[in-house]
């Protein structure tokens, strides 16, 4: 086998994912933290309720509260029950004297069906729509926040939490709370109906549930351990299927012979987690068994304080009877309140992560200003523009100066990472500078709104988007309303840019579906998806077009191709093309040749060719390597 890993050794590059950070935080919370959490976190869920539905939130309150005051009219039909029945007399008697509390009894059992169904139904509409709402609020705040945001590690780390966590936290929360405050309402009802029969009910009431509450808790915490300590475990045990199960990873692992190695992995972090679980299960066995030890001599101190109010005639026989059905409400109500409470403390934690990524998307995220870029700028003015990427240590753009004008094309050329990209993403309007200004016809570009900017400008792409959309919409989304009788102007930047033949190619031509992650659908190579952007960023049909090497993947022919429609297109439209190619760069009526994130010199490809040895040197090798004989003249 090729692969030389011992087995057992830990995977070093993987930790903890980042959405899985307060598992420390919810182990170590106790009772009092966790109910001191609680109206934070029902607070956050019922605004985000409140605005998905407020028909569902305030239909389900009101079903809740019915269904508590109905419990506690039940019980104190049911004293009437037994009062009547435990008194002197012939039976027939007693149960017509029993008969009206009886119809209370039975009248609170299906007011309470109805109201418990109506908190169900309200629940199932909700959660899905607060759900979507937040996805959507996610889904809107990464769709305006600057791009320069995209470069900061924290920002990756903010989204994953959010994405992941932030949003089963909302979807569970929403469930959690209904929970809580269903179950809230039942136990005040209970345990008030309880004080009014007898005020020692209450601490009796009390005592009964007590050992549950802690061994319910206990048993939850545990289970999160369980979670939070294999969580790693657990995700090296997936990657490995995921390498197994991807397309990606299929042909390596087979020409490699990397299934035993995988299968031994898998088998590894399987037997770790199945190790954990056997322990979890004995632990929470322990701990059930000494709940329910502590829970009989709680209730027996209950049933003999019960027994002594009986004894010493405090309580009648039939409010002892009623006390022992509230004690089996009031657990029924607690345990269910204490587990929610428990699962909301740690879902809050999450959904207080996605609500700082709002606060920090919006931070990041350029308020409209009510301006617009000038369309199809005469003259386009950097002045003294630098630029620097988050935590760089250098700028990748320092002092730069250039005037375009309109119908001009423009070539950047220079070395690897010298600052064309990043240059022509400004003058896209995609970044801001740190220094200095861009300006259309003297409107400074960071005073306008981005997508003013945006409507002038195509892009072609270093690495272009591999959308998985159909060829159509992969083509049209920069401009998916263009006015397009008989598909003229698709076909006509299909044939510009050489899209025609791959299309040609596709079982359902421009509807084909372009990622086979879904039935029928197809995968491109390099130089095809290359060819669909050319096209894409023809048929926005805008003033200015930036082509970043527009034609690195395309074979000779389609170079050629492509190079020619650039040419006819550009009549009145202003070009900026970064290529590596100088043969391509020098028809450009000027050219900038960059260094180190400056502008070393700029002119036009004759006037480079005498003045800038550096230009020059870069330009002969290129021209010798398609030379039978590399001799060093041009
Ligand atoms: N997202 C980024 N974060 C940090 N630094 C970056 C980022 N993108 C580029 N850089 C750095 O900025 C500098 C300029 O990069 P840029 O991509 O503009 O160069 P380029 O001239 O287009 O290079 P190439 O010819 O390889 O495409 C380089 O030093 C690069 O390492």
């Known amino acids: 086998m090729a692969m030389k890993t011992k087995p057992g050794a830990p995977l070093a590059e993987l930790s903890a994912p980042v959405w899985f950070g307060h598992a420390d935080q919810v182990i170590r919370a106790n009772l009092w933290q966790l109910l001191r959490a609680l109206p934070r976190a029902m607070g956050l869920v019922a605004r985000t309720a409140w605005r998905a539905d407020r028909a569902a939130v305030a239909l389900g309150f009101a079903a809740q ?86 470069d900061e590690p924290d920002f990756h780390d903010a989204l994953e939490r959010s994405r992941h966590a932030g949003m089963d936290a909302v979807d569970s929360a929403t469930h959690q709370a209904i929970v809580v405050v269903g179950g809230l309402i039942a136990l005040a009802a209970t345990a008030a109906t309880a004080a009014l ?8 009431l009390l005592l009964s549930v007590a050992p549950e509450t802690w061994a319910t808790l206990r048993t939850a915490r545990l289970e999160y351990e369980f979670v939070a300590t294999t969580i790693e475990t657990r995700r090296r045990r997936s990657l490995t299927t995921d390498l197994l199960a991807h397309k990606e990873s299929a042909a390596e692992v087979r020409v490699f012979g990397a299934q035993p190695f ?62 022992l059905l509230a004690i089996r409400t009031v657990r029924a109500s607690l345990t269910q309140v204490v587990l929610a409470a428990n699962r909301m403390f740690e879902k809050s934690l999450y959904i207080s992560d996605l609500l700082a990524f709002f606060a920090h998307a919006e931070s990041r995220t350029r308020q409209p200003t009510g301006r617009t870029a000038p369309a ?38 220079g070395e690897n990472g010298s600052g064309k990209s990043t240059l022509a993403k400004l003058l896209a ?28 400008v195509a892009v072609v792409m270093q690495e272009p988007t591999r959308w998985p959309l159909t060829a159509r919409h992969t083509v049209t989304l920069g401009q998916p309303d263009r006015w397009d009788p008989d598909d003229h102007y698709l076909s006509q930047v299909a044939r510009d840019s050489g899209a025609d033949t791959v299309v040609t190619t ?9 990622t086979t992650r879904f039935r029928d659908g197809h995968d491109l190579s390099g130089g095809q998806w ?69 502008i070393l010199q700029t002119g036009t490809h004759t006037h480079l060719l005498a003045t800038n040895p550096h230009y020059a040197d870069l330009y002969t090798l290129q021209a010798n390597s398609y030379r039978d004989d590399p001799s060093p003249s041009i």
């Open 530 to 598: 290359q060819r669909l952007s050319v096209a894409r960023a023809l048929y926005r049909d805008a003033p200015i077009l930036i082509c970043d090497e527009p034609t690195a993947a395309l074979d000779a022919r389609a170079e050629a191709a492509v190079y020619e429609s650039l040419r006819t297109l550009q009549s009145g439209r202003t070009v900026i093309l970064i290529t590596h190619r100088l043969a391509s760069a020098r028809h450009a009526d000027l050219i900038v040749v960059m260094h180190q994130g400056r």
């Open 506 to 514: 596709l079982t359902h031509g421009w509807d084909s579906l372009l």
């Open 376 to 413: 199809d700028p005469e003259v386009i003015a950097v002045r003294g523009v630098s630029f620097g990427y988050p935590g760089a240590a250098k700028p990748a753009l320092a002092d730069i100066d250039l005037t375009i004008r309109r119908g001009q094309v423009i070539a950047l050329v």
């Open 197 to 204: 029969l007898h005020p020692l009910l209450l601490p009796v």
């Open 262 to 323: 995988l299968l031994a992995e898998h088998d590894r972090h399987s037997r770790v987690m199945e190790d954990a679980q056997i322990a979890l299960g004995a632990r929470q066995t322990r701990v059930a068994l000494l709940g329910r030890g502590l829970s009989g001599v709680g209730i027996g101190l209950a049933y003999a304080t019960l027994g002594w109010l009986l004894y010493t005639g405090a309580t009648p026989l039939a409010v002892a009877g009623a006390a």
């Open 429 to 456: 309007g995609l970044y801001q500078p740190s220094e200095g200004s861009i300006a259309w016809d003297g409107v400074d570009l960071t005073t306008v709104d981005a997508p003013s900017v945006a409507n002038n």
């Open 65 to 150: 509260v019915v269904s508590g005051l109905v419990t506690a009219v039940g019980l104190l039909a049911v004293t009437g029950v037994l009062t009547s029945l435990f008194v002197a007399g012939p039976t027939p008697e007693r149960l017509v004297a029993a008969a009206p509390s009886l119809a209370v009894l039975a009248a609170a059992y299906a007011v309470r069906g109805v109201a418990d169904t109506v908190v169900s139904g309200a629940t199932l509409r909700l959660r899905p729509k607060v759900r979507h709402r937040v996805e959507r609020d996610l889904a809107e705040s990464m769709s305006r926040i600057d791009l320069i945001t995209f």
